[in-house]
């Protein structure tokens, strides 16, 4: 009976989605609103130029993904373990503060800007609209309902949905308002624009909020627990590597959408972008209602989507660290995640602007990216950890690379947030 009920439709199914969760995972954590923000700004005030800038983005990813998990398929340990057994306790220490941090800003830019959304579409059917705050306050407490009462696998296959509408919104979006064919090729051209920065954050603080979105050393912890929790081994290295393909073809193809129906409508028209309930005021008679709600509908799925893996960050690095089993159900783990997800309504209170929170939590994502590189350099070229799957030459000189990008692109993020704050 379970052989028919597994040979079924239904069945194949299932199985072949079980393949891609990891990747699914990856997806809906990556492509919040943060990603959103930045391909939107970056299409907004300098259309297609920088979109070698989410090209490179990806293919580090795509290295960086593969490396990690390739660690774990290969030790089955994961990178706060390995950090914390080989190097020093102190480095997981560190990533546990850092992305906690990280993760903050980004529960309040991600709420600030669902709520910004929802206010701006809510005007179109109530009179003055509904205040931010009670949209705050709504996802906030549908995202903490469903971590209370949902286990992983059920995070992970309410996230497939949530991605499914997110990619079907930006993809259809994409061919509705995409830029001419020539300024697409063109922007595959690495440049960095010289034009006069506009809403406070210049061509530097963009492209590095675009990398730190995309590069996100968060990913790559998670990652191993990913994979360890799949169960794979070496011989399932051809799956991680499809799934890692997976993940990243969707993050490119997605962010360019993005990037391009802000080129095609606010850059085309001289408007830049300083708020992210812009794209909904100014999409409507540029575009139509049918792109406005596409395009709103995106980035609230979008901003559902990674919530999830947001709020539950904290607690899935401290028992990844303290090599615990991860049951979220225990009380200092709800009582971690009710407070984190509190500060989603930090935003529509004190009305901070959530794209500028956003813009520098993302551009303070890329200052820890050179150490999550170099710590995957050291640990894969250690013979007594990796045997005969230590590091080729080849992956070394690709990772070296990646090295040196992260050190430039952490350079123009402190540079960036420093014009920003003082210029």
């Not at 439709?9 to 079980?18: D, I, N, V, Y």
């Not at 529960?107 to 059917?125: L, N, R």
């Not at 530097?204 to 909020?209: E, F, N, P, T």
Request: aromatic residues 10%; contains cysteine.
């Amino acid at each position: 009976m379970t052989d028919i009920a597994s040979a079924s439709p239904k069945g194949k199914f299932a199985k072949t989605l079980a393949l891609f969760l990891p990747g699914i995972f990856l997806l809906g954590f990556n492509l919040g609103t943060g990603s959103v923000t930045a391909m939107a700004k970056a299409g907004a005030e300098y259309g297609m130029t920088l979109l070698w800038t989410i090209l490179v983005s990806c293919l580090c990813t795509f290295v960086m993904i593969n490396l990690y998990g390739r660690y774990t398929l290969v030790t089955g340990e994961t990178a706060l373990q390995a950090f914390k057994k080989h190097i020093h306790p102190a480095v997981g220490i560190y990533f546990v503060a850092a992305l906690t941090l990280g993760v903050a800003g980004s529960v309040m830019g991600v709420m600030g800007i669902v709520a910004d959304i929802c206010f701006e579409w809510s005007k179109t059917v109530v009179n003055g609209g509904i205040a931010p705050i009670w949209f705050a306050a709504l996802f906030s407490a549908l995202v903490f309902f469903i971590f209370w009462n949902g286990k992983t696998e059920f995070f992970t296959r309410s996230l497939a949905v949530i991605v499914a509408v997110m990619s079907a919104c930006f993809l259809i979006n994409f061919f509705m308002l995409m830029p001419p064919p020539g300024d697409i090729v063109a922007g595959f051209i690495p440049s960095i624009p010289q034009t006069e920065a506009t809403a406070g954050a210049g061509a530097l603080l963009v492209i590095a909020s675009m990398v730190g979105t995309t590069v996100f050393s968060g990913l790559f912890i998670i990652r191993t627990t990913l994979v360890k929790e799949a169960g794979w081994t070496l011989k399932d290295e051809k799956t991680q590597r499809n799934d890692a393909l997976f993940a990243v073809v969707m993050m490119f193809l997605i962010s360019a959408s993005i990037m391009a129906a802000a080129a095609g409508t606010l850059h085309a028209e001289g408007l830049g972008l300083s708020r992210a309930s812009q794209m909904i005021e100014l999409l409507e008679p540029l575009a139509g209602p049918l792109a406005m709600s596409l395009f709103a509908t995106g980035i609230i799925a979008a901003g559902v989507s990674s919530q999830f893996p947001n709020i539950l960050m904290l607690p899935w690095l401290l028992c990844d660290y303290n090599e615990t089993e991860r049951d979220m159900s225990l009380p200092k783990y709800r009582m971690m995640v009710f407070a984190i997800s509190l500060l989603g309504l930090v935003v529509p209170i004190f009305g901070a602007r959530p794209v500028l929170v956003m813009i520098i939590s993302q551009a303070l994502n890329a200052v820890i990216l050179p150490m999550t590189v170099a710590c995957i350099f050291y640990l894969a070229n250690r013979k007594d950890v990796m045997g005969a799957h230590k590091n080729r030459a080849v992956i070394n000189i690709i990772l070296a690379l990646i090295l040196l990008f992260s050190i430039f692109t952490s350079v123009i993020a402190v540079k960036g947030v420093w014009q920003l704050v003082f210029a």
